[in-house]
């Protein structure tokens, strides 16, 4: 046990901001699971998810911005949730920049598609840097005191990780469903 504290002290927060820059929440959830149960500290988990994120974000922004040709051959493959992001831009305006933060799919893809117009620089570091602050802060502490809670599941799945990989598999399932019917063609 000794050696899984002292991997998590040295590693933990490393791979937490890794986690995050990419945009994904699985990090900042295991990581206040692991601050409820003493393993890292709750506080300094929001803050690096956080900053990762923001920068992953604002990561985007600039290649969207600037190295569009670059991003041709992937922008074509996602043609459709790209148009997606268009349209949710144009529908929601500066909160999407809030909503991407937890919407699975088009996480990615918002800050390409903000980059890509005429939007302000400065404004989208704005909205983001707020954005990531209440995406950590949510996300963290949600977990944090949900700990008591999924500890009990954590340790089943440790045991029955096959449920774990039904269960992954079904959610990505319907997420994959969910956008290719809202993608399709119109007939």
Known sequence: MEEVNASLAT???????LYSFGGGYVGIVAAGILSYLGEMNIVISIIVATTANFL???????????NKPML??????????FALSHILIKRFGDAIIVFQKYIYGVKTLVPIAIGITKYPFGR???????????????VGLSSYY??????????????HYYYLLLFLAAIGGSVWLYFHLATRKKR
């Open 11 to 17: 590693y933990g927060y490393i791979a937490l901001f």
């Open 56 to 66: 992953g974000d604002t990561m985007l922004f600039y290649m969207g911005r600037y």
């Open 72 to 81: 041709n051959p992937y922008l074509i493959k996602h043609r459709r949730k």
């Open 124 to 138: 989208f570091t704005i909205i983001n840097a707020l954005a990531s602050i209440l995406w950590g802060i949510a």
């Open 146 to 159: 949900a700990g008591s809670v999924l500890v009990p599941y954590v340790e089943y799945i440790g045991a």
